[in-house]
């Protein structure tokens, strides 16, 4: 019996800090301020977690959460257009001190929940336990580390500038309602990188959770209810096709915020029926290549790899999704790789050194053998000795090579544990690969010869959004800039980047006049305007 043929446990095997406090019924949804209680239809919450029984291992339902229809994700958008009220309304002209305490009151009553977020986080996406903690954390990291960089920024903007004679102070405002959608990888930490910069700015928030790490936000309702004025956030629930695709449609979306596939992301645009006022922030799909050449330090190169292709079983769109190895060395890479493939220990998120689990998404495993059925089909072959076992919900990293340019997988974003190895023998034919492709969020370039390097980031430079040398793609850390180019992404986001995609500036100038300078002196000596203002925020 291999690892992943006893890879489930029974009831009686689970710790007892893990366990649920029993079947999750969730028909709670916010809107303008009011948990709502719905008592329509629910839609079931599996867990990635089959259970072992006397019949064999058996999907685990851990809870449902509202199935809501478009009636009720318009409400809660009519309440984030009234909370914003033509950017008239309580939370866009309230001061950004004051909405700084907001957040930093929410922060406090999340770290109280940080037991049950993680907890949630391994029964809903099969995250380990040390990587459901560092995102908890992480997110609390970020939001704190927003709010300097907003104090920052505030602190530029309150001084005046004088140009050609016209005294001026340049500020940023907020731009309206935001829609904001997360993804299922990292249902917690890619959602508020979105949520909170839009909130801090002053804008109305509709909020959809993603369509899995659902239940996972449960805890965080209250806060949110209880920390910010009624309709500034609004948390709905339901089938994005019926949910959203109403919210686009009202045309009263004014960004869209959104981390998932550029099908989806283009098909939601289409929807708005003024898409000139519709300013979105995107993160899509990637198929981030390494180039491995053959002076690479091959221990670094295959420990970088390791993480970059598998962490999170491959469930990253930061993941390395193809490797691209001179001839010369792919035999030795190979070796090393496989090897250290299978090293990585299978199980459940809770157990101790578990690096592979199961995936969450329903039909994932069949998915991914289609991929690589094509690939053997055309001349590949799965190259690691456990490579594309399957145990219910549960695939065992399949490495394939020589994948070639007419495979699916040389193309096709995995998002999960199946590893692509193609073989190049001219620079040139990497260049050309990356350049044809039509994704470009980042790559990594593995090598020691500085003058080939050196050409090489010149080739990807106008082509990807971050190249990575000797080390893995990835995001961080939070305040580098995140983008891609072609269909990866559109806007860009970091913590500082953030806060200007959900802002405007906006600035009150007047002639220096001496009667105009007494003007201004008055209104801000007598704090008699928000806006124009020289507090300084330490």
Same mark, same amino acid.
């Given at each position: 019996?291999?690892?992943?043929?006893?890879?489930?446990?029974?009831?009686?095997?689970?710790?007892?800090?893990?366990?649920?406090?029993?079947?999750?019924?969730?028909?709670?949804?916010?809107?303008?301020?009011?948990?709502?209680?719905?008592?329509?239809?629910?839609?079931?919450?599996?867990?990635?977690?089959?259970?072992?029984?006397?019949?064999?291992?058996?999907?685990?339902?851990?809870?449902?959460?509202?199935?809501?229809?478009?009636?009720?994700?318009?409400?809660?958008?009519?309440?984030?257009?009234?909370?914003?009220?033509?950017?008239?309304?309580?939370?866009?002209?309230?001061?950004?001190?004051?909405?700084?305490?907001?957040?930093?009151?929410?922060?406090?009553?999340?770290?109280?929940?940080?037991?049950?977020?993680?907890?949630?986080?391994?029964?809903?996406?099969?995250?380990?336990?040390?990587?459901?903690?560092?995102?908890?954390?992480?997110?609390?990291?970020?939001?704190?580390?927003?709010?300097?960089?907003?104090?920052?920024?505030?602190?530029?903007?309150?001084?005046?500038?004088?140009?050609?004679?016209?005294?001026?102070?340049?500020?940023?405002?907020?731009?309206?309602?935001?829609?904001?959608?997360?993804?299922?990888?990292?249902?917690?930490?890619?959602?508020?990188?979105?949520?909170?910069?839009?909130?801090?700015?002053?804008?109305?928030?509709?909020?959809?959770?993603?369509?899995?790490?659902?239940?996972?936000?449960?805890?965080?309702?209250?806060?949110?209810?209880?920390?910010?004025?009624?309709?500034?956030?609004?948390?709905?629930?339901?089938?994005?096709? +019926?949910?959203?695709? &109403?919210?686009?449609?009202? #045309? @009263? *979306? !004014?960004?869209?915020?959104?981390? $998932?596939?550029?099908?989806?992301?283009?098909?939601?645009?289409?929807?708005?029926?003024?898409?000139?006022?519709?300013?979105?922030?995107?993160?899509?799909?990637?198929?981030?290549?390494?180039?491995?050449?053959?002076?690479?330090?091959?221990?670094?190169?295959?420990?970088?790899?390791?993480?970059?292709?598998?962490?999170?079983?491959?469930?990253?769109?930061?993941?390395?999704?193809?490797?691209?190895?001179?001839?010369?060395?792919?035999?030795?890479?190979?070796?090393?790789?496989?090897?250290?493939?299978?090293?990585?220990?299978?199980?459940?998120?809770?157990?101790?050194?578990?690096?592979?689990?199961?995936?969450? +998404?329903?039909?994932? &495993?069949?998915?991914?053998? #289609? @991929? *690589? !059925?094509?690939?053997?089909?055309? $001349?590949?072959?799965?190259?690691?000795?456990?490579?594309?076992?399957?145990?219910?919900?549960?695939?065992?990293?399949?490495?394939?090579?020589?994948?070639?340019?007419?495979?699916?997988?040389?193309?096709?974003?995995?998002?999960?544990?199946?590893?692509?190895?193609?073989?190049?023998?001219?620079?040139?034919?990497?260049?050309?690969?990356?350049?044809?492709?039509?994704?470009?969020?980042?790559?990594?370039?593995?090598?020691?010869?500085?003058?080939?390097?050196?050409?090489?980031?010149?080739?990807?430079?106008?082509?990807?959004?971050?190249?990575?040398?000797?080390?893995?793609?990835?995001?961080?850390?939070?305040?580098?800039?995140?983008?891609?180019?072609?269909?990866?992404?559109?806007?860009?986001?970091?913590?500082?980047?953030?806060?200007?995609?959900?802002?405007?500036?906006?600035?009150?100038?007047?002639?220096?006049?001496?009667?105009?300078?007494?003007?201004?002196?008055?209104?801000?000596?007598?704090?008699?305007?928000?806006?124009?203002?020289?507090?300084?925020?330490?």
């Amino acid at each position: 019996m291999t690892p992943i043929d006893d890879l489930f446990p029974s009831d009686e095997q689970l710790p007892a800090n893990v366990r649920l406090p029993g079947y999750l019924e969730q028909r709670e949804y916010l809107v303008g301020g009011e948990l709502r209680t719905w008592a329509g239809e629910l839609n079931p919450v599996q867990s990635p977690v089959f259970m072992k029984t006397p019949r064999g291992p058996e999907p685990k339902v851990i809870g449902a959460t509202p199935l809501l229809t478009s009636r009720e994700s318009l409400e809660a958008l009519h309440a984030a257009v009234k909370a914003y009220d033509h950017g008239r309304g309580v939370w866009p002209t309230m001061r950004v001190a004051e909405r700084i305490e907001h957040v930093e009151r929410f922060l406090v009553a999340m770290r109280a929940q940080r037991t049950a977020v993680v907890n949630l986080l391994m029964w809903e996406i099969g995250k380990t336990q040390p990587d459901s903690e560092k995102e908890f954390d992480r997110t609390i990291d970020l939001i704190v580390e927003t709010i300097r960089a907003l104090k920052e920024l505030d602190r530029t903007s309150s001084r005046f500038v004088q140009e050609q004679g016209v005294m001026a102070q340049i500020r940023r405002a907020p731009i309206g309602v935001a829609l904001c959608m997360g993804p299922y990888n990292y249902p917690l930490n890619e959602t508020f990188s979105t949520l909170f910069p839009a909130l801090l700015m002053g804008n109305a928030v509709v909020f959809k959770p993603a369509k899995f790490g659902v239940l996972l936000i449960r805890p965080l309702l209250e806060a949110f209810r209880d920390c910010f004025p009624p309709g500034v956030i609004n948390i709905i629930y339901g089938r994005g096709r +019926e949910t959203v695709g &109403a919210l686009m449609e009202s #045309g @009263l *979306v !004014d960004i869209f915020a959104f981390i $998932g596939t550029n099908r989806g992301a283009s098909e939601l645009k289409r929807m708005h029926p003024r898409p000139h006022r519709l300013k979105a922030v995107l993160g899509l799909d990637a198929k981030n290549p390494a180039i491995i050449l053959e002076d690479a330090d091959l221990e670094n190169t295959v420990k970088e790899c390791i993480t970059g292709t598998l962490s999170f079983n491959g469930q990253r769109c930061t993941a390395l999704k193809l490797l691209m190895v001179h001839r010369s060395i792919v035999g030795p890479f190979l070796e090393r790789f496989t090897a250290a493939v299978e090293r990585l220990k299978p199980g459940m998120p809770w157990e101790p050194g578990v690096a592979l689990t199961p995936l969450p +998404e329903p039909g994932k &495993a069949a998915y991914l053998q #289609g @991929l *690589v !059925d094509d690939a053997v089909a055309k $001349g590949a072959r799965v190259v690691n000795r456990e490579g594309g076992r399957t145990n219910h919900s549960f695939y065992s990293p399949a490495v394939v090579y020589p994948v070639t340019g007419e495979m699916r997988l040389a193309s096709e974003e995995q998002f999960g544990p199946v590893i692509p190895v193609m073989v190049f023998d001219h620079d040139e034919e990497v260049i050309r690969f990356v350049v044809d492709s039509h994704f470009g969020q980042q790559l990594s370039l593995f090598g020691r010869d500085s003058a080939r390097i050196g050409r090489f980031i010149d080739a990807f430079a106008n082509q990807v959004g971050r190249i990575n040398l000797n080390c893995q793609c990835q995001r961080g850390p939070d305040t580098f800039p995140f983008n891609g180019r072609k269909d990866s992404a559109e806007g860009t986001l970091s913590v500082a980047d953030a806060l200007r995609v959900f802002s405007i500036r906006t600035l009150v100038a007047a002639k220096t006049t001496t009667e105009n300078t007494t003007l201004v002196q008055s209104i801000l000596t007598r704090r008699e305007s928000d806006f124009l203002t020289t507090d300084f925020l330490f």
